[in-house]
């Protein structure tokens, strides 16, 4: 009975002339190392594969809220969520690379150091005369002296329909008689663009069409109707080129520099194939 068992498992002689053979033992080993290799890479993810957290959303939209005091809108979380893909992309090329070397593989030094590797290999942007002088007027905003406003705002605290609203404005104008609970800001030096951010350019746009010191006025805002008082417009000035021509030669290099150096980096982002919590909606 044993004599016959250990007949059926023996291994034929022409297989163990065939493992004895080393080409085999290297197919076999390399087989191994591909299954361990597959096994690995599932266990810590595809290196070329860029899954978006949803904490990456909730951080974008808290720093957003943080900074503007207001919730970010698609297109404002669009944008941040494109420069966390950005700082992944060059964090893993900077490990591809072997930037972590000797840096404990600090995150935003490795994205600094694969960043300078970018940089490094970019062209200088060149631009004429002309060609800054017609940036210099499609980014006047940034250079021109806005308009600065001091107004006041009854808030009210109590019923704020409209009709009550309006009945509030008429008795703050000495018109008829108005119960409403109300508190006082003062706004000073309250510049544009910065009221336009804040109220909106429906309010903005009543604010300017009132008459300084004059009657109180319902405006519509962003965020609902507001009883204001016009005190006094500070005027604007507009920047001159040729005084502004070193700061806007800088500017100018700043922003071609970092749209050339995101093209760069969006090149190397299409090696990964990136999965948005939008995409799998």
């Known amino acids: 009975m044993s004599d016959s068992s250990a007949k059926t498992n023996a291994v034929p002689p022409r297989y163990m002339r065939l493992l004895a053979e080393p080409l085999v033992h290297f197919l076999l080993l390399g087989a191994l190392l591909f299954a361990l290799d597959r096994v690995l890479l599932e266990r810590r993810g595809d290196p070329r594969r860029i899954d978006v957290p949803d904490t990456a959303y909730e951080e974008a939209r808290a720093l957003y809220s ?7 809108s698609d297109r404002d979380l669009k944008i941040l969520i494109d420069r966390w893909i950005d700082n992944e992309v060059l964090y893993r090329e900077g490990l591809r690379l072997g930037l972590d070397k000797g840096d404990s593989a600090i995150r935003d030094r490795v994205i ?10 970019l062209r200088e942007p060149t631009i004429d005369d002309k060609g800054l002088q017609a940036w210099f007027e499609a980014n006047r905003a940034r250079y021109d ?4 406003y001091d107004f006041l705002e009854a808030v009210v605290t109590s019923d704020r ?47 300017a069409a009132g008459v300084p010191a004059g009657p109180w006025m319902l405006l519509n805002s962003t965020t609902g109707l507001r009883v204001v008082r016009l005190l006094e417009i500070k005027s604007g000035k507009r920047a001159n080129f040729e005084e502004l021509r070193s700061e806007i030669i800088k500017d100018w290099r700043n922003e071609a520099l970092a749209k050339v150096t995101t093209d760069a ?10 999965h948005r919590r939008e995409d799998r909606r």
């Open 145 to 148: 002296t806005p308009a600065r």
């Open 265 to 274: 980096v969006h090149e190397l982002a299409a090696r990964y194939r990136v």
């Open 112 to 121: 600094f150091k694969a960043l300078s590797v970018v940089q490094a290999d």
């Open 66 to 72: 943080d900074s503007t005091k207001r919730d970010p």
């Open 161 to 207: 329909s409209e009709v009550s609203l309006r009945r509030f404005v008429d008795s703050l104008n000495g018109r008829g008689s108005g119960d409403a609970e109300s508190s006082l800001n003062v706004f000073k030096d309250r510049p544009q663009p910065n009221i336009v951010q804040s109220y909106g350019e429906t309010f903005m746009k009543g604010l």
